[in-house]
């Protein structure tokens, strides 16, 4: 089945996902020229490897926590917290209880 995009002007539901009913899903909301939203899910202890995106990119922690690994630290984010980063930094991502991240990525 083809993903469906968010449309503009049409609400989209990112609330907590029924886990009884399989494993959690990543996925994609919108992409345009200018920007990226995806809904990252990851279950406690799975991993994002190190990567660098080019743009300036955002993450919302909406529900569970996460440890964001940079060069030189950690950084904890948990429900309800958000952090900015500059394109081209470096890192990974490690849910440390099931989670789920809005990523917003400025091109």
């Known amino acids: 089945m083809a993903l469906q995009h968010a449309r503009s002007g ?3 539901d990112l609330g907590t996902q029924d886990r009884q ?3 959690l899903q990543t996925r994609a909301l919108v992409k345009s020229d200018s920007f990226e ?3 990252l899910q990851l279950a406690a202890g799975k991993q ?3 990567h660098e995106v080019a ?3 955002t993450l919302l922690c909406l529900e569970g926590s ?3 690994g940079l060069e030189d630290r950690d950084v ?3 429900s309800g917290q958000w952090i900015y980063f500059e394109g ?3 890192h990974s991502v490690r849910a440390i209880e099931d989670s789920s991240l809005l990523l917003t990525i400025i091109f």
């Open 10 to 12: 049409v609400a989209v």
């Open 21 to 23: 009913g399989g494993p």
């Open 37 to 39: 939203a995806i809904q």
């Open 48 to 50: 994002i490897a190190a």
């Open 55 to 57: 743009g300036k990119f």
């Open 66 to 68: 996460v440890v964001i």
């Open 76 to 78: 904890e984010l948990a």
């Open 88 to 90: 081209g930094v470096r």
